[in-house]
Nanobody, 122 residues
């Protein structure tokens, strides 16, 4: 059983930076693929960044979002540069079976955090 806890969300001004954290309860990075998803109200959950061979990013966030990790602390990060109003939504951390490619479907992940809300002011 893996527990994931996101933090770092809140109110951020458009154009500003943000860093989200996902703390895992166990050593997950060597055994699981990790990913960040986001889901706006009324929309499907979509992948933002995921591991699997290499780190891959959704087209909408390429160049602005960076996923990294601190294996010693079991923390996954999502750093955002230049937030846009459309980035306003709930962000989730997920862990799934290790694969050599990035699984983009939510169904491919076993463990989920509770989510952290990001609000962007213009």
């Amino acid at each position: 059983q893996v527990q994931l806890v996101e933090s770092g969300g809140g109110l951020v001004q458009a154009g500003g930076p943000l860093r989200l954290s996902c703390t895992a309860s166990a050593r997950t990075f060597s055994s699981y693929n990790m990913a960040w998803f986001r889901q706006a109200t009324g929309k499907e959950r979509e992948i933002v960044a995921g591991t699997g061979g290499s780190i891959n990013y959704a087209d909408a966030v390429k160049g602005r979002f960076t996923s990294s990790r601190d294996s010693g602390k079991n923390i996954l990060y999502l750093k955002v540069n230049s937030l846009k109003p459309e980035d306003k939504t709930d962000y989730y951390c997920a862990a799934g079976p290790w694969l050599s490619y990035t699984e983009t479907r939510p169904i491919g992940y076993t463990y989920w955090g509770q989510g952290t809300q990001v609000t962007v002011s213009s």
